[in-house]
């Protein structure tokens, strides 16, 4: 263990496509951000001081018309029986499902913050 303090804002769910083989934030399903993202977490608490802290900068994502994602700032494209993300073909596309809903807050901060907590990790703020 040798790190003091970790500062990161990694990559947002659905926001981005960086065009990058196995990139973070592609994901198609939440739950598979979730998975992927708590396992670099799993990682940098490996090598975190016990004194150690790190803050996250995460943003929230909507669910948008026909598709999981959809980050507030996200380019839509439009064809002409849906609207799916920017660099995405309309097979990539995921629809409604569950618990997601057309417009709702998919709530992505909250899920990681209660997940890194039954991961054992200390949630000491929320900005």
Same mark, same amino acid.
Do not use: K
């Given at each position: @263990? $040798? =790190?003091? @303090? =970790?500062? #990161?804002? /990694? /990559?947002?769910? +659905?926001?981005?496509?960086?065009? =990058? !083989? +196995?990139?973070l934030g592609l994901e198609p399903s939440l739950e598979d951000y979730? #998975?992927?993202l708590l396992s670099v977490f799993d990682e940098i608490k490996r090598v975190l001081k016990p004194t150690g802290s790190v803050y996250v900068v995460l943003g929230n994502?909507?669910? !948008? /018309? +026909?598709k999981w994602g959809g980050a #507030?700032?996200? $380019?839509? !494209? =439009?064809?002409?029986?849906? !609207?799916y993300p920017v660099g995405k073909r309309p097979h990539q596309v995921v629809r409604e499902h569950g618990w997601v809903r057309r417009k709702q807050l998919a709530l992505v901060p909250s899920r990681f913050a209660i997940a890194m907590q039954e991961r054992g990790w200390i949630l000491r703020n929320g900005i």
């Open positions: @263990m $040798s =790190v003091d @303090m =970790v500062m #990161t804002s /990694p /990559p947002y769910w +659905g926001l981005r496509d960086y065009s =990058v !083989a +196995g990139q979730l #998975t992927r994502t909507y669910c !948008a /018309p +026909g #507030t700032r996200q $380019s839509i !494209a =439009v064809s002409r029986d849906r !609207a």
